[in-house]
């Protein structure tokens, strides 16, 4: 059983940064492809980045490409979103997730999946 716990979220300007962090407990992330998702009130979740367990692999929605980057320290048995450029319809709470196969946008094919981390994006 793998427990995720998404920390890094907060009030920011629009133009600004972030870096939100998925911490591993449990059991090391290191065999497990990592997902990063967001919900905007009334929204559907949508996946924003995923890494592979490598993490030579990494994908992105079209919307941050550019902006948004995942990565992955397995000694600190954390996962990463860095998140640049932030705009107003970035605002959400994000999600990590996580699957013993390889990376894929589809939410129902993460196994785990933590409990969320506000964003909030101040124009």
């Known amino acids: 059983q793998v427990q995720l716990v998404e920390s890094g979220g907060g009030l920011v300007q629009a133009g600004g940064s972030l870096r939100l962090s998925c911490a591993a407990s449990?059991?090391?992330?290191?065999?497990?492809?990592v997902g990063w998702f967001r919900q905007a009130p009334g929204k559907e979740r949508e996946v924003v980045a995923a890494?592979?367990?490598?993490?030579?692999?990494?994908s992105y929605a079209d919307s941050v490409k550019g902006r948004f980057t995942i990565s992955r320290d397995h000694a600190k048995n954390t996962v990463y979103l860095q998140i640049n450029s932030l705009k107003p319809e970035d605002a959400a709470v994000y999600y990590c997730?996580?699957?013993?196969?390889?990376?894929?946008?589809?939410?129902?094919?993460?196994?785990?999946w933590g409990q969320g981390t506000q964003v909030t994006v101040s124009s």
């Open positions: 890494i592979s367990t490598s993490g030579i692999i990494t």
């Open positions: 449990g059991r090391t992330l290191r065999g497990y492809a």
């Open positions: 997730a996580a699957r013993t196969s390889g990376i894929t946008a589809v939410a129902s094919q993460y196994d785990y």
